[in-house]
């Protein structure tokens, strides 16, 4: 029996934004959330069926269980409530209780919809597992969308007409919100901006449409929209008078010159560096400067950028590249050697199509480096002196910084120029101190204008055309800044009478001055921090070249950006970065994703597959990190860090043309950012990359001794494999159990290592590795002849697959252990034949590392044959290319023979300094055999006993 209740009784219900219920004028609540999505839908539809409320809310669980909780529900509302919503129509209809008032938002008049409903149903509200129900919810919703935009549009425009544009403007509003697309209702909205004069309003309505709708399709606003957006606004002449922003710098701009003619006269060296805030004149000082050097004084020129802060040496490529033309073109020698080794560090260096076969060496040291580009550079300015130019060193790594800092500590005949913002940065700070300590730098300080100059800079722009009280506007908003003075001056110089109003909104002001097809340009070229090239520029404007040749040349003409031609081709980018910044912010966040989204995917595009690519993974990273899409963002970190952890932490691996890099921060930083990275990513499927990733970081720890974690990491790597069937990352990760397993001397490990392995499907080259392998098992068990047998078997397989000479450091180093089996039996002739054909291979194609190894070897067995003068040529030869790489394999013997050696000669100062040297570096790598043999060479030297037998 149905409960009495009072026709009194009134249910309002919120179904427009967040849900409400109120009974009686109290807020109620459902204390389920299946019983609440329940409650909605037959209040919303009045009359449903049982069977429809089940497979609505209950469509995961067993039939009967959902109609018993169909049942359950219904009396919790009732019980929640404290009255019967609904009733029943036979054993399968509710529809809601007759007896009841119910007052809903979504049967309100038309006038109260269009002001109450703004684009949400049910908003925020959500049921686990109730897919059914979540489509209702969207279906409805799109309906009343659909609703609003049908009688908004009749409703606004009435209004319009009766001079109701307050309402108009209320409900245009929610309707733009609901549909940002929908170009008749910005048309509605810039009528009523124009009614109620608000000129900025306009600009800004038709803006936003005309990124939203090109950023996001590709198309711009309709020819009605178009129209009518040149009517409103007020047409304005693009004869802008020329600003000179050097005026008020004379004195900076001669006392630069004066620099650089001592300079030119004396062939010294000198460090320029102009500072102060953005927009002050930087820039324009500095061009000014460069084109009053003289011409037998050749300039090199590059811009820092904030997004490379992280990439070492970065800000050096493309200056690096030039100087390397200019070395061929004076005919100059180079070795292959040093050549291959800078391209490496600075992708581009060698020549398009030519493969350099050079070892993947291990992390080229930055001491090592910077003696070799001093070289380069001191070559060059004995034959025309040398002006290094950087813009924004703000943004300059810290290993550029130190590398500028040794050209200009040791080169004759350089001279540097730079602009910087004064900002807190301790690395730059250093930098600067550093060239004051020895009296080369001069700082150019830039400081605003006061109000008379200021007054006296608009006088000169405007030619006389400005008011006093326009001009104290001026100093008020510029605050004296010179790029803003200028641009403050050009909106009153055009005699504009909003420009008063628009003060505070000036770069605003000028965008709105642009063409529908600038404005899209402009914010396409605002995504890029450097320049954007015409064809990437091309690829994604929708329209066609000579369009966006006509809309380039407007944008050029109104000082937004310059071209510049370079190798590569056109290059546009913004005149001053302050219009960049500005353009950029003003970028809705949602559509700047989507932008860079779409310029890295037309990036991907370019990659070749060759050492080049890691100036492209620098800018893939930038833009997919800005798009925030995490997973692609990982991938090209990955492939970033690739091309440093894939040749710095193999014992002995492949010769493949990849690019070197130097990394700016430790790799423990990028591992770190990258385990970030893949929090961020954790909805997503990336086991591929955190494969790849525990890969890289488990050879590096174990490489550096760094054990215990490398093998934790190592570990996970082997797991997840298995679970994906790979099985050539597989035997990868078993390859670095293996050197680990090496550098530990843990020889029972190897010959379960090598059955494991050994149950993997193999390719030609493992299968060769794996003969190395087995013959390093039996070499280190002292099982000397059948190691010697597994090593030539590796040469031979090895040699069956080198065409390209991309396998001559693994069939070096089968040399050198052959020559280990021999030396280990005292047959040094044998010995020292067969590691000098590992040398031998080294030397012909510049493999630096394998130099270093297999030279401390020679260096042993001829300390055997009690050779002292050769030994000490190998073992500096060694040192000299462990001085050149961040590399500790071997070092410490190399070091700790060699101590000894110059304690036999006499130098025990310089003997023992190695020897403590090498004991550092062998307790590093835990390595218990070259710290046994450590401890026999120190006993020796302590008890001055020397010789060639170590037994």
Request: charge should be negative; include cysteine.
């Amino acid at each position: 029996m149905l409960k009495k209740v009072s026709l009194m009784t009134r249910i309002e219900m919120k179904f427009f934004g967040k849900p409400q219920i109120i009974i009686d004028g109290d807020i109620a609540t459902v204390s389920l959330k299946r019983s609440e999505a329940m409650l909605y839908y037959i209040v919303y539809q009045k009359r449903v069926t049982r069977e429809e409320l089940v497979r609505l809310i209950w469509s995961d669980v067993e039939p009967q269980t959902a109609k018993k909780n169909l049942r359950n529900s219904l009396y919790r509302i009732k019980k929640d409530l404290g009255v019967e919503l609904f009733v029943s129509l036979g054993k399968s209809v509710i529809i809601t209780n007759p007896e009841l008032e119910f007052i809903l938002d979504a049967e309100c008049e038309e006038l109260d919809f269009l002001k109450c409903y703004q684009g949400h149903f049910l908003r925020d509200f959500a049921v686990k597992d109730a897919e059914y129900f979540e489509n209702w919810r969207i279906e409805v919703e799109q309906s009343l969308n659909h609703k609003h935009r049908i009688v908004g549009e009749k409703t606004v425009q009435n209004m319009i007409e009766t001079g109701d544009t307050e309402n108009a403007l209320q409900i245009a509003l929610i309707m733009r919100k609901i549909d940002a697309f929908d170009e008749s209702v910005v048309r509605h909205l810039m009528e009523i901006y124009h009614l109620k004069q608000n000129y900025k309003q306009i600009v800004e309505t038709y803006s936003s449409l005309k990124a939203l709708l090109e950023d996001e399709m590709g198309i711009s606003p309709d020819r009605l929209t178009r129209d009518l957006y040149y009517k409103l606004i007020q047409i304005r002449t693009d004869d802008e008078p020329d600003a000179d922003g050097l005026y008020g710098r004379v004195g900076e701009l001669a006392s630069i010159s004066k620099a650089i003619k001592v300079f030119g006269r004396e062939f010294g060296k000198r460090a320029i560096i102009i500072e102060g805030e953005a927009g002050i004149g930087k820039t324009k000082l500095l061009n000014e400067a460069l084109m009053k050097v003289d011409s037998k004084l050749a300039i090199y020129r590059t811009n820092c950028y904030m997004a490379e802060e992280l990439f070492a040496y970065k800000a050096w490529n493309d200056i690096i590249c030039r100087l390397v033309e200019r070395y061929r073109f004076y005919k100059l020698d180079l070795p292959s050697g040093v050549l291959e080794l800078m391209s490496k560090v600075f992708p581009g260096v060698m020549p398009f199509g030519i493969s350099p076969h050079i070892e993947n060496v291990e992390m080229i040291r930055s001491d090592y480096l910077e003696k070799v580009v001093c070289k380069l550079i001191g070559d060059l300015s004995m034959r025309e002196p040398l002006i290094l130019v950087f813009d924004d060193l703000q943004w300059m790594d810290e290993s550029s910084l130190n590398l500028l800092l040794a050209v200009m500590l040791h080169v004759d005949r350089v001279a540097f120029m730079g602009t910087r913002r004064k900002n807190p940065s301790d690395v730059l700070e250093r930098f600067v101190h550093q060239l004051e300590k020895y009296n080369l730098l001069l700082t150019i300080p830039l400081e605003r204008f006061s109000k008379e100059q200021t007054y006296e800079f608009v006088d000169y722009i405007s030619k006389g055309s400005i008011s006093s009280e326009q001009k104290e506007k001026i100093f008020e908003s510029s605050e004296g800044n010179a790029f803003f003075i200028q641009e403050y001056t050009g909106l009153f110089h055009r005699n504009d009478s909003g420009a008063l109003m628009r003060l505070k909104n000036l770069l605003d002001a000028r965008l709105g001055e642009l063409s529908a097809d600038g404005l899209k340009v402009l914010g396409i070229i605002a995504m890029f921090f450097d320049a954007i090239d015409f064809q990437m520029l091309m690829d994604l404007y929708s329209k066609s070249q000579a369009q966006l040749l006509e809309t380039i040349e407007e944008l050029r003409s109104k000082d937004f950006v310059v071209e510049n031609e370079t190798d590569s081709g056109l290059k546009i980018s913004f005149t001053h970065n302050k219009l960049r910044e500005h353009v950029y912010e003003k970028t809705a966040l949602v559509t700047r994703r989507i932008l860079h989204n779409r310029i890295a995917e037309l990036l991907e595009q370019q990659l070749r597959n060759d050492s080049r690519d890691v100036l492209i993974y620098q800018k893939l990273i930038y833009h997919y990190e800005c798009a925030r899409n995490y997973k692609k963002q990982l991938r090209y970190t990955i492939s970033y860090l690739k091309t440093y952890f894939d040749f710095s932490h193999e014992l002995y691996p492949e010769l493949i043309t990849v690019g070197e890099i130097s990394l700016e921060k430790s790799p423990e930083h990028y591992f770190e950012l990258l385990e970030e990275l893949f929090r961020h990513a954790e909805y997503e499927d990336v086991t591929d990359l955190r494969m790849k990733f525990l890969h890289m970081k488990s050879r590096y720890l174990i490489r550096q001794g760094n054990y215990d974690p490398g093998l934790v990491a190592l570990e996970e790597l082997i797991r997840l494999c298995r679970q994906t069937f790979d099985e050539e990352l597989l035997f990868k990760a078993y390859v670095q159990k293996m050197y680990y397993a090496i550098q530990t001397e843990h020889v029972t490990d190897m010959a379960a290592l090598l059955e494991q392995m050994s149950g993997l499907k193999k390719s030609d080259k493992h299968e060769a590795m794996m003969e190395r392998f087995r013959g390093i098992e039996k070499l280190m068990s002292g099982e000397y002849e059948k190691a010697r047998t597994y090593f030539f078997s590796s040469i031979e397989k090895f040699k069956l697959m080198d065409k390209e000479h991309r396998y001559v450091l693994n069939i070096a180093a089968a040399y050198n252990y052959i020559s280990e089996t021999y030396r280990k039996e005292y047959s040094f002739e044998l010995a020292l034949g067969f590691v000098k054909e590992a040398i031998g291979l080294c030397n012909r194609y510049n493999i630096l590392r394998g130099s270093s190894v297999f030279n401390t070897n020679a260096g042993i067995i001829a300390y055997g044959l009690g050779l002292l003068d050769d030994a000490k040529h190998y073992f500096k030869e060694a040192l000299k290319y462990y001085d050149a790489l961040d590399s500790l394999w071997r070092r410490s013997e190399a070091e700790g023979y060699l101590g000894i050696i110059e304690i036999e000669t006499g130098n025990d100062a310089e003997g023992w300094k190695l020897i403590k040297m090498a004991k550092a570096h062998a307790n590093q790598m835990h390595t218990p055999e070259t710290i046994e043999l450590l401890e026999k060479l120190e006993n020796r030297a302590l008890n001055g006993y020397y010789g060639n037998n170590l037994d």
